[in-house]
């Protein structure tokens, strides 16, 4: 989900750390968020319980799993976690602990409120930005970003702190969105020039490899669409998706939907 947004240095877009406390504020701390429930009418097979704030289909969640390939008792550092549910979900699904990140408090309230209610998973978050993450030299096996990346005012620093957490061996996995023609201006400043292979190069990664999927794009189209059928009350969390399904849906068809895998040699 986005919410207004300033251009920075950069050249894309990003978002400040008030803008998504409101947002998660507006939603509550308890259940599932308002996005997540529309994501599950979009894809009834999600898990239940992952309290979404990013265009996941079970398709994609179970490719991410794949990719992660995570073990039990291993660390998996979910940055830019919101709420915690996918990074809990799947470090539960693997038996794994989680350390997750975000820039947001109130988010990070939240997920500790979720974990609550997940004692078999050892878990811990804690408020920092993407760019100085909190964490030290080699200390995870796995990580995992979830559409966070890019609002990292420089995405190629914020990747290389990926990597100095990572162990020699570990892998992240992102997910994120590619322009089909790279440059188009139709597109928000945040998505013109985006390359993930590029970035994740540049901050030292190897073994980079890109996959996408048509039912990855037709879930992310399909999310806003149908957020726009359902009733809304002004300056509930609805009313803002169905906002920004309106600014992005003529221009959804210029992207493709990615997740990308990069390992720590």
Not at 67 to 76: A, E, I, K, N
Not at 125 to 142: E, Q, T, Y
Request: glycine fraction near 8%; hydrophobic fraction near 45%; aromatic fraction near 6%.
């Amino acid at each position: 989900m986005s919410t207004p947004r300033t251009a920075d240095t950069a050249g894309h877009q990003t978002t400040r750390a008030p803008e998504f406390d409101r947002l998660f504020t507006s939603d509550g701390h308890t259940g599932d968020s308002t996005f997540s429930a529309i994501a599950h009418m979009v894809d009834p097979d999600l898990p239940p319980g992952l309290d979404l704030f990013s265009f996941l289909c079970a398709d994609l969640l179970h490719h991410i799993a794949d990719r992660l390939d995570l073990h039990p008792r291993q660390l998996l550092a979910d940055l830019g976690c919101g709420r915690g549910g996918p990074g809990l979900w799947l470090a539960g699904q693997a038996r794994a602990n989680l350390i997750g990140i975000d820039f947001s408090p109130v988010a990070v309230s939240h997920a500790h409120h979720r974990a609550a209610r997940s004692p078999h998973i050892e878990a811990a978050f804690a408020v920092a930005d993407l760019a100085s993450l909190p964490l030290a030299d080699a200390s995870v096996d796995r990580a995992l970003s979830l559409d966070a990346l890019q609002y990292a005012p420089d995405r190629v620093a914020a990747a290389r702190q990926a990597l100095r957490i990572l162990k020699h061996g570990g892998r992240l996995v992102l997910t994120g969105w590619h322009p089909h023609m790279p440059g188009d201006t139709r597109l928000p400043a945040r998505h013109q020039h985006t390359d993930w292979v590029r970035v994740l190069r540049a901050a030292g990664f190897t073994d980079v490899h890109c996959t996408s999927a048509p039912a990855w794009d037709a879930a992310y189209q399909s999310i806003y669409r149908t957020a726009l059928t359902v009733p809304a009350e002004p300056g509930t969390a609805l009313a803002g998706l169905q906002g920004e399904a309106r600014r992005r849906l003529p221009t959804a068809h210029l992207l493709r939907r990615v997740a990308v895998t990069a390992v720590r040699r």
